[in-house]
């Protein structure tokens, strides 16, 4: 069974930057696309960025210039580089697989805080 754990929120000034980790076991990490997503209170769970086994990625319009995703499949994790953060960024931060993501009732970590306030 998957097993994701999240790292790295915190409370930032709008302009500053995060790094998230997200720690994947249980499944061959270096084979899948992963993604990171982002629930802010009162709205639906949404996908942020997502990178492929291959290392291709792929943004959100909001976050484009301003994230970056990456992996080292050497330690299975997962990384997002926050920069320029705004306000609107305030929300919970996932990972998951791209594909697991969509199964209704699949295992979620408890995701990593992320507020961007003055």
């Known amino acids: 069974q998957v097993h994701l754990v999240e790292s790295g929120g915190d409370l930032v000034q709008p302009g500053g930057s995060l790094r998230l980790s997200c720690v994947v076991s249980?499944?061959?990490?270096?084979?899948?696309?992963m993604g990171w997503y982002r629930q802010a209170p009162g709205k639906q769970r949404e996908l942020v960025a997502t990178?492929?086994?291959?290392?291709?990625?792929h943004y959100e319009d909001s976050v484009k210039g301003r994230f970056t995703i990456s992996r080292d499949s050497a330690k299975n994790t997962v990384y997002l580089q926050m920069d320029s953060l705004k306000p609107e960024d305030t929300a919970v931060y996932f990972c998951?697989?791209?594909?697991?993501?969509?199964?209704?009732?699949?295992?979620w970590g408890q995701g990593t805080q992320v507020t961007v306030s003055s």
């Open positions: 990178i492929s086994r291959d290392g291709l990625t």
């Open positions: 249980g499944i061959d990490f270096s084979t899948y696309t």
């Open positions: 998951n697989d791209i594909i697991r993501a969509i199964i209704p009732g699949a295992s």
